[in-house]
């Protein structure tokens, strides 16, 4: 993943908050290579990341695609096919043009990172504005990792590049330890 980002869509409001939605949804936005990750496994992913065949008891948790061109929309319904096939069940996931993207607060960014406080506080040393924080790609992978993705192969073939010290190293180990 190249970035990732929380927040709003789906809407009509403007200028959505986690306290004043509207009617948009809580989304992730995400940046990826294609040469690393193909979209139909970004869609694998994604099914497999919830439970799409409960309908959502509102519009602030409702399952979503925000597609960006025809391709991304065929693609889509194809997996959305599949997985219903596969489940034998109908999946309440809607797939709809993307609209404006509203960033987060910034509590909801990074979430996962954020609750390793040595590491973050690292990172934001790296990163003193916020945006470039949430922007970031070390950030995004690091946060995917303390949520419990990717293993540790992955993240040891990585963990030079992070530019930490051994205290915060040891930290994110002890995490793929858990």
């Known amino acids: 993943m190249v970035r990732t980002r929380v927040g709003y869509a789906g809407g009509t409001q403007p200028d959505p908050t ?3 939605l509207g009617d948009h949804s809580e989304t992730v936005q995400m940046d990826y290579d294609p040469s690393r990750i193909s979209y139909e496994e970004l869609l ?3 099914f497999a990341s919830h439970r799409p065949a409960q309908p959502s008891h509102s ?4 399952s979503f695609i925000f597609v960006h061109n025809e391709e991304q929309r065929r693609l889509a319904l194809l997996a959305k096919e599949r997985e219903e096939a ?3 069940n109908k999946l309440y996931t809607e797939i709809v043009p993307a609209g404006t993207f509203y960033l987060a607060e910034e509590y909801h960014q990074k979430y996962y990172l954020q609750g390793q406080r040595e590491v973050t506080k690292e990172l934001r040393a790296m990163y003193p504005d916020f945006g470039d924080f949430v922007n970031s790609t070390a950030a995004a992978r690091l946060n995917g ?3 419990g993705h990717g293993t540790r192969a992955q993240f040891e073939a990585e963990l030079d590049s992070y530019g930490l010290s051994p ?3 040891e930290k ?5 330890r858990s």
């Open 172 to 176: 994110l180990l002890d995490l793929l």
């Open 59 to 62: 519009r602030q948790y409702a």
């Open 44 to 46: 694998v992913v994604f």
């Open 86 to 88: 596969r489940l034998g």
């Open 18 to 20: 986690y306290h004043n």
């Open 167 to 169: 205290s915060a190293r």
């Open 145 to 147: 990792l303390a949520g």
